[in-house]
């Protein structure tokens, strides 16, 4: 993998949702993610049968078919694939060593990491992450939607990008 500093990909673990997975398609076009890596049963916008995903389709609105995308079971293994070609391993997930986003200096090139809607990132994955980012919570609930905070903080990324 030949990378420039600026390279910039996301990994989505374990996410259940179809139309999660499609709206953080489009948002991913939007800041200029080279590509999506979907690990465990995070579900793809082509089965292996090469047929699409309608729900992700429907809310992807054809950023799916734009955006490089590749299926691997393993995220341990693509992690260290990914950090031994130099890429940023950063889990957007609350922890007590977390860096708020409103404090966070990305460095690139960079792999942002998204767990699952209800158990978020494993403690097991985020121990081999090279960073942990959350979103500051001032209201009475204590997380968002994925493809909420997904948006934060790839549009908090990208600000470094510009």
Request: net charge positive; with cysteine.
């Amino acid at each position: 993998m030949n990378l420039n500093s600026a390279q910039f990909f996301l990994i989505l673990h374990n996410i259940r949702s179809a139309q999660n997975v499609g709206a953080i398609f489009r948002t991913a076009d939007a800041v200029g993610i080279q590509k999506i890596y979907l690990t465990g049963y995070t579900p793809a916008p082509l089965d292996r049968f090469n047929r699409a995903d309608n729900k992700i389709a429907k809310t992807a609105l054809g950023a799916e078919k734009i955006i490089p995308w590749e299926s691997c079971k393993s995220v341990g293994a693509l992690i260290k694939r990914l950090k031994k070609s130099g890429v940023h391993i950063v889990a957007g997930e609350q922890s007590p060593s977390a860096v708020s986003c409103t404090k966070w200096k990305p460095k690139f090139p960079l792999a942002i990491i998204l767990g699952n809607e209800v158990l978020g990132v494993s403690s097991a994955i985020l121990r081999v992450c090279d960073e942990v980012v959350e979103i500051p919570m001032r209201g009475a609930k204590e997380s968002l939607n994925v493809s909420v905070a997904a948006g934060i903080i790839l549009f908090k990324a990208s600000e470094s990008l510009t």
